[in-house]
Each structure stands twice: as structure tokens, then as C-alpha cells.
């Protein structure tokens, strides 16, 4: 915007220094054409006069021409590069003289402005005076004599006076070839007034993009201290129905601008704003609502902020934070305090924002596309697309605090972590995790950049509630107890469905004095006489109390194979092997329940003799069925008899 605002403003001080420059010595019958031959002369360009024009030049140099056209060049999309109804300039003399600038007058009437940049980057502001080929480059100096003394210049400027300044109606349009780039700005109404260097400037300004308008006010006390390179009490504000902002403070008008003071920022949707501004983010939830206030220092590439106060998608934070704008995406840095990190809302396919509510019951992994319930396969697996685009929106560094963190339908506690964000590449290294009254530190990568999203997770966590983790996390709810993981699992796909199935990994899981719900094995013993000729389901609300439980497994597409199951109980010991088919959510497993002749639980003999009752566990998502291995059971060890007789 402002380069398009300098351009603009060099090509309205051209045309306007070549009417005044032909006014001074031709007839007055004459203007028209000897003007537009003038301005032909020193741009290359026609310049036609269509309306009425006049020309003054006491008290005050005056120009005021009607129905003006400046032509574009020759590859120019449209015939004119500068139009409009009206321009009136009028430039008091007197003070002059004095080395004071007083215009009295300077206002466009519905001005059109049409620059364009060319394939080969040739911009239309480019011209080529009709004297140029005549002249003969300039021979190279040959004097090896003394110094010569610099000219120092006319007169000092002593002071500038501005009166009616003003744009009314104006359109300015931009486009460049070479990427396809095009903007338009139309309504452009300006007033601008500064009665004096040493008094306060004001400008106000209102334009329409994109179909919004744009209202921009700023104000500079000592106007003279940027025209020397200096410091001044500054005030800006912006306002549209996109973005909100204000600024408080000084500007230096250095070879670097800078700001510095209090800035505040309100976007009601960045995702609508980025679409507004020409680079829509893909479809999802995230990038909502964004609000920032604090400290500013800012040049025009990296804005530092420091007391900040943010909120994004609902997250409320305070910290530091840094924008740094030079690189092919925003990059943030900082250290920002949250109370609440939701990272479903960055995942299209994901879990609901909320991250509170479990999903319908016997709709495992729920609606995760956020579509109807035909966008989830048979299996219960979503096969909506996961869209982590979103994360190849800005680059970021930050270390960060939270108090809840929403991942899917788990729930995280307080939390350190450290968060980097490279090309659509999320690393979030949690130093200090807590979770379902457990504590460790866990480890998770999503990659976004490529075209199949991946993710990379460890976890070493003990202590933890296992009954709500399991729910949260699985929706199984078998399990009691107090328990500690260690994971390490990846996978990649387009969809849920896809990463299920291509999950792989190991870990080790225990638990410690819990209960199995919905499986009493003791019962399960004293009803193999009457239950091994037809199985049962081992429904109801009986329970299984352990002292121990635990295992290790392995993850290869989708399929956990464990083999090392054991369970150690007061006079009841259970081992297993089997499955867990993730992707059909099927589970076929062997478990080998003995009637123990110990009451020793945790830390017991795990080979104590007694009654074993293979039994073979078939369970096909809602449904458990428990069927005893007869050969098995009817292959009764001597030991095991002996138990029975003690």
C-alpha cells in the first residue's frame, strides 16, 4: 500500500510539474496542446486534456484541468494509466520566498490509477522521455586536478503549509504478470491537514477492498521531526470489518522506520482475513478469532512484543512475542503462558473442539471428519480426509505453558512444553506432562508438509488413573487401576482410518491394584463344568481385582500383538497372548485363568499351581465372547488335581 501511495504520488507531481513548467511560456490559447506536447517530451507517454483547463499564477500558481487521460504503456492492460474528471493545484508564490511551502490546494476528483508490472518485471511507471535516444551518454571525468567543493543546494526549507488536501472517489489497481498478482481499491477518499512542520498532522483516509471498507487515521505531532529523520509522537488506527488495530506511541523516520509504544490488534477470523487478503488457508475450524495487546517495537519486517496479552482460537495467553516477516512465511518466537492448548481445531478430522465429550457409544473414534456419520467406514474408523495444511501457514518457536492441553478426546494437565513449527512440521516436546493424576513426558511430531500427513509420538508416563485415560483415549472402559506406559508408535495416512492401519510401534504397559470390569474370573471357574459345552458372554457388572497386571507389545499395520500378558491376584493368576486388530477393532486372544493355591497377589509366584481354565476371548467391538478351550481343560495337570484335594 504504501509503495502504490509513493507511485502514485510521484506520477501526480509529474504531471503536475509538466503543466506548470509549459504554462510558464506558452500562450494561453495555446495551453492544451503545448502542454500535452510538454508532458509527451519528458514521459514518452500522450497526455490528452479533454475538458476545460486554466492557469494562474498570482497570488498563487494555479493548474485546474478537466477530463485528463494519461496514457499506459504500449503492453498495458488498459489504455490509461492515470484518468480523472478533475485535478486543481493551487501553490502560493510569496512564500516561497521565504523558504516556505504553502499549497493551497491540492485535490484529484475521481481519479483512476492503473499500475502494472509486465512478464519480463517491466513496471508501466517506467518511462522513456522522448529526448532520451538524442542524448549522448555523458563522457567519463579525465580532471585529476584539486577537490572541487560540492554544491550545497538552494535554500533551507524552512517550513510547509498544507490547506485542502484531498482525493475524492479514487481507484487504484495493481497487477504483476509474473505471478499473477491483482489488486483493485476503489472509494479512495482522503483529507489530509497540516496547518504547519511544527503543528500536528492528521490524516484521514477511507477506501474499499475486497468489498470492505478500510479506514485508516493517523496523526504526527512534530511532522518536522520525520522530514529530519527524527523521532515524534505518533498515533495510527485501522479499521475494517476484517481487522481491527490501534497504535500509540512514536515514530522514527530513519532508513528503517521503527515504531514504538502500545499496539492493540482484534481479527475476528484469521482464516477470513487471510481469505480477504488473497491467500486462503484450507477449509477447517482453527484460525478463528485472534486478539493481541502489549508492548510493541516494530520495524516493517519484525514486530517485537513484550507484556503481551493474546488470545487465538479461544486460547487465552500472556508472554513474549515475536513476528518476524522477512522469510517465505511468518515466523513466530516467544515464551507465551496458556491457559488451554486445543489442538483439535487445527485437524479437520479430528475430535470436536471441545475435546471434552466421548463419542456416542458403539461409534468408536466418533464423527472424526466432523461430517455425517456416512463419512465413517463400517469398522468405526473415519475416512474423512485430515487436513494439517494449517500448519504450513507460519513457522514458530515458542516455549510454552499450559494448564490443559485437548488432544482428541484426551485430556492433558498442567504442562511444559516446547513447540516448533518448520514447513508443516509440528514438534511438541513436553518436558513436564501431566495426565489423569499421572506425570511424565511425552514427545509428538505431526508432519503436514507432505502430501500424507504423519505423526511420531513417545510417551513415558507412570502413576497414571487408567480407567478415565483408557475412556478418553480408546473408549475402553474394562480397565481399573494405577498404571505406567511406555510408547513409542507412527504412522501416516490421509485419513483416520489410514493412520489406524498403518500404526505401528511398541511399549510396555502395567498396572497395579485394579479390576478388570465386566469379568469376573473367579466366576469364570466355577462355572466351566456348566458353561464349557456352549461359552458365555461375560456381560453384567461382575469385576476381576488384581494386585499386577501388565504386558509388552507390539504395533505392525495396525495389529497389537502382545505375548507376555500377566495378572496376578489373591488365589488367581491369569497369563495370555493374542491380537488386537485396530483396524477391524476386533481382538482374538488366549487367556489362561488358574485357581492359584496362594492368597500371595502382587509380587507372587506367577507359575503357582492350580486349576487352569484356558479360555479363548473373541471380541468383536461391542460384543465379548468368552469360550473355554476343552482340550485344554480336560488335559488337567497332576498338579493341578493335587490343588484341588489341599
Known amino acids: 500500500m504504501a509503495r502504490i501511495a509513493l507511485i502514485v504520488f510521484g506520477i501526480i507531481v509529474l504531471l503536475v510539474g509538466g503543466l506548470v513548467a509549459a504554462a510558464s511560456f506558452i500562450p494561453a490559447e495555446t495551453y492544451k496542446a503545448e502542454i500535452e506536447k510538454a508532458v509527451e517530451q519528458q514521459t514518452g507517454r500522450q497526455l490528452r486534456i479533454e475538458g476545460d483547463v486554466g492557469i494562474t499564477f498570482l497570488p498563487a500558481l494555479g493548474v485546474e484541468a478537466e477530463a485528463v487521460r494519461f496514457a499506459n504503456a504500449e503492453w498495458g492492460g488498459k489504455p490509461d494509466m492515470v484518468s480523472m474528471d478533475a485535478m486543481q493545484v ?37 518511462f522513456k522521455p522522448a529526448q532520451e535516444a538524442a542524448e549522448a551518454p555523458a563522457s567519463p571525468s579525465t580532471d585529476t586536478g584539486g577537490d572541487e567543493t560540492p554544491s550545497e543546494g538552494g535554500a533551507a526549507l524552512n517550513d510547509i503549509r498544507l490547506g485542502e488536501i484531498a482525493i475524492e472517489n479514487g481507484v487504484a489497481s495493481y497487477k504483476d504478470a509474473r505471478s499473477g498478482a491483482a489488486y483493485e481499491i476503489t472509494e479512495i477518499n482522503t483529507v489530509l491537514n497540516l496547518p504547519s512542520l511544527d503543528r500536528q498532522m492528521v490524516f484521514d483516509g477511507s477506501a474499499v477492498w475486497n468489498g470492505d471498507t478500510i479506514e485508516l487515521d493517523l496523526t504526527a505531532d512534530r511532522p518536522r521531526a520525520l522530514i529530519a529523520g527524527g523521532e515524534t509522537p505518533f498515533t495510527l488506527s485501522l479499521a475494517t470489518p476484517k481487522i481491527t488495530s490501534g497504535f500509540d506511541g512514536t515514530v522514527t523516520q530513519a532508513d528503517t522506520p521503527k515504531l514504538a509504544g502500545t499496539m492493540n490488534v482484534d481479527i475476528p477470523s484469521v482464516r477470513a482475513l487471510a481469505a480477504w487478503a488473497g491467500s486462503p488457508l484450507a477449509e477447517g475450524d482453527g484460525f478463528g478469532p485472534f486478539t493481541i495487546k502489549g508492548t510493541v517495537s516494530a520495524t516493517p519486517e519484525v514486530f517485537d512484543f513484550s507484556n503481551a496479552a493474546l488470545s487465538f482460537d479461544e486460547m487465552e495467553g500472556k508472554g513474549a512475542l515475536n513476528v518476524n516477516l522477512k522469510g517465505r512465511r511468518p515466523k513466530l518466537t516467544g515464551k507465551l503462558d496458556l491457559e488451554t492448548i486445543n489442538t483439535n481445531v487445527y485437524m479437520a478430522g479430528g475430535a470436536s473442539a471441545s475435546g471434552g465429550d466421548a463419542p456416542a457409544s458403539g461409534t468408536p473414534g466418533g464423527n472424526a471428519g466432523g461430517g455425517s456419520a456416512a463419512s465413517s467406514s463400517a469398522s468405526g474408523w473415519s475416512d474423512a480426509p485430515i487436513d494439517m495444511s494449517g500448519l504450513k501457514a507460519v513457522d514458530a518457536d515458542l516455549a510454552l505453558s499450559a494448564q490443559k492441553i485437548l488432544v482428541q478426546n484426551i485430556t492433558i494437565g498442567e504442562s ?173 486372544y488366549r487367556v489362561e485363568p488358574k485357581l492359584a493355591a496362594t492368597l500371595e497377589g502382587q509380587g507372587g509366584d506367577a507359575g503357582a499351581k492350580g486349576i487352569e481354565v484356558p479360555t479363548i476371548i473373541d471380541a468383536r467391538r461391542a460384543n465379548q465372547m468368552f469360550i473355554p478351550d476343552l482340550t485344554a481343560i480336560l488335559s488337567v495337570q497332576e498338579g493341578a488335581v493335587n490343588a484341588i484335594k489341599n
Open 90 to 126: 493551487s501553490l502560493k508564490i510569496l512564500p516561497l520566498l521565504s523558504g516556505n511551502v504553502e499549497l493551497d490546494r491540492f485535490v484529484l476528483v475521481r481519479p483512476e490509477i492503473h499500475l502494472e508490472v509486465n512478464r519480463q518485471g517491466t513496471p508501466n511507471w517506467q
Open 416 to 588: 511444559v512444553l516446547g513447540v516448533k513449527l518448520n514447513g508443516g512440521v509440528l514438534t511438541a516436546d513436553l518436558s513436564k506432562l501431566a495426565l489423569y493424576e499421572g506425570a511424565g513426558k511425552a514427545k509428538v511430531t505431526l508432519n503436514g508438509a507432505q502430501a500424507t500427513p504423519a505423526l511420531n509420538a513417545t510417551f513415558d508416563i507412570s502413576n497414571i488413573a487408567a480407567y478415565p485415560l483408557l475412556r478418553d483415549a480408546a473408549e475402553f472402559e474394562r480397565l481399573e487401576g494405577t498404571g505406567a506406559m511406555n510408547v513409542s508408535v507412527q504412522t501416516r495416512g490421509k485419513s483416520q482410518k489410514q493412520m489406524i492401519s498403518a500404526l505401528s510401534g511398541n511399549g510396555s504397559v502395567t498396572f497395579a491394584n485394579g479390576a478388570i470390569k465386566g469379568i469376573n474370573v473367579a466366576q469364570l471357574l466355577r462355572n466351566v463344568l456348566s458353561g464349557a459345552l456352549s461359552g458365555w458372554n461375560a456381560g453384567g457388572t461382575q469385576d476381576t481385582d488384581f494386585s499386577e497386571l501388565g504386558g509388552t507389545f507390539t504395533i505392525q499395520n495396525g495389529i497389537l500383538s502382545n505375548q507376555d500378558f500377566l495378572l496376578l491376584s489373591p488365589l488367581a493368576r491369569v497369563s495370555g497372548a493374542g491380537t488386537v486388530n485396530l483396524p477391524q477393532q476386533t481382538l482374538s
